[in-house]
């Protein structure tokens, strides 16, 4: 059994605690650096809902999702799409501010090799 607190990917305010009962698929672990690194894949079998006595605990049926939890997980995937990507884009731009900057440069030199001046 695990809980998991989420926040709002977007305002970092807390969502929701997401109680759940999981089983083991699959687990690897790998050695990089000398460190020992693990993975552990979980299939959800169970989650619990707030009432006013506790937890009321339902069964997820196989292909079942945790309500809210697939929702929140793909808000977070988009957010760090969208981050990865301005990234790649702000790396793309200052290559190519780098490029021109060359490319002055280089002219620049042809230039004052040939005697002209600029």
Do not use: C
Request: charged share 40%.
């Amino acid at each position: 059994m695990l809980q998991l607190s989420l926040t709002d990917p977007a305002d970092r305010e807390r969502i929701n605690d997401f109680w759940l009962v999981a089983e083991p698929r699959n687990e690897r672990a790998e050695a990089e650096d000398g460190e020992t690194r693990g993975q552990l894949g979980l299939a959800f079998t169970h989650y619990a809902e707030s009432v006013e006595e506790g937890l009321a605990w339902h069964k997820l049926e196989h292909g079942d999702e945790v309500p809210g939890l697939g929702d929140t997980v793909f808000r977070y995937h988009v957010l760090v799409h969208r981050a990865r990507k301005g990234l790649d884009d702000e790396d793309q731009a200052q290559r190519e501010r780098r490029r021109a900057e060359k490319l002055d440069s280089d002219l620049d030199d042809i230039i004052n090799r040939s005697g002209r001046k600029g």
